[in-house]
């Protein structure tokens, strides 16, 4: 069990070394969460703020006397050696000194591409708390890593990782998928930008354009695009259908239309929208959020019978239901797994089945620059990957400080041929190498 040789870590003094980068709120979370751990230790936090890391260390007890702060390797590499905790602000130095995994935590696309190669060619393993990340380049991550001998995943407590966990529990036993999802905490309005969103982030002490993500739609659609590139389900249409439905009537919604329901087809991820109050605020209690599902079936009739006398339904579908995702809090058991059974939580299959596409959310001008995901200019859609790259539509993750060549209206899809990339950005390089490699 996996607690246990946690347990026997810490009894040989041979803790898991952990390296993060990124120290913002997901980032401290799993520095926190890992404190309260046995057999794992943080061992260098990377932050372009020092004392962002500084904050982190002493919150979770240790003195300053404990923490090397430096942008020298060898300084770095021999604190780490010492067991001391490094704070620095050069992300290249987290899988430079001796740790066993890095977790990515920043959500960037470029600073993840970058800080998750740098660990698959120094041989450490990777855990992506960035799925911004990972549908833009995590197949061809996932096959440097698998190559260098070494584990890449995305983490657990993210809701891709939470419905991976439903999912393969599902398949492993026999039965047929027919939906796999979550449940956004919010309404999705497409309009929504970190200026809208500034008191509530305040309140919640999220990053406005992170949380502008949420609410516009595209981390939704980023993270379902990530569950689908590892389980081979694709999205039923454009952007999904993401009725209001709460967990009881799961199977019935998300059913084929000749049974009642609004798909087209098995074998697909969508959300399930949350109830509102008057006032418009989430009515928890009737709605799927904050959790992930699936809706699952059999042709057996035996397993059918089972499952009927076990309070699970009717049929002809079925759900499980996964109340609650965690975060960061979660991710460490991915870092444990990744290091202690070489397993990934959650990783692309290969070629991708899904893309989450760059759509105007506005009216936009030739000579606008672009700014991703929870931005003011546009939003993300998952669509099938054959379909995105038949009409040429530039993948979100590269949409970031990207300057448009010509006009494009609100809900339009933006092209290769409207933008003008940079050919030296990191992530741009490592995106050709994976079309090149993948669909060649």
Sequence with gaps: MLHRKLAELRREEKPIRVGIVGAGRMGSGVASQIAEMQ?????????????????????????????????????????????????????SLVSRVPVHVVVEATGLPEVGARAAYDAISHRKHIVMLNVETDVVV??????????????????????????????EYAVALGFRVVCAGKGPMRPIRWDKNPDTVAEDARRVGLNPK?????????????????????????????GMHAPVVGPRDLPKVFSLKEQGGILEREGVVDLAAPFTHPDGTTNWQISVTPGVFVVYTTDNPRIKKDLAYLAQGDGPNYVWYRHYHLCA??????????????????????????????????????????????????????????VARAENILPIGLAYGVRLTQDATMGQPITYDMVDLDERSFVVQLRRLQDNVLWT
């Design 39 to 91: 057999g794992m230790k943080v061992s260098i936090i990377a932050d372009l703020v020092l004392d962002n890391v500084l904050r982190i260390y002493r919150a979770n007890g240790l003195q300053d006397s404990d923490i090397v702060a430096t942008d020298d390797l060898d300084l770095a590499a021999n604190a780490v050696a010492d067991g001391r905790a490094v704070a620095t602000t050069d992300a």
């Design 210 to 238: 992170m949380l502008a993500s949420f609410w516009d739609g595209s981390k939704h659609n980023i993270e379902m695009t990530a569950l689908a590139n590892a389980t081979g389900l694709v999205p039923d249409v454009r």
């Design 138 to 167: 995590g197949p061809m991550l996932k096959q440097l890593a698998d190559q260098a001998g070494v584990v890449y995943t995305v983490s657990a407590g993210d809701e891709p990782g939470a419905a991976m966990g439903l999912y």
């Design 329 to 386: 809090i979660e991710t460490p058991y991915s870092v444990a797994r990744a290091y202690l059974y070489q397993e990934p939580t959650i990783a692309p299959l290969g070629r991708p089945v899904a893309e989450t596409l760059t759509v105007a959310k506005r009216d936009l001008k030739a000579g606008d620059v672009l700014d991703g995901s929870g931005g003011f200019t546009v939003t993300g859609q998952i669509e099938r990957a054959e």
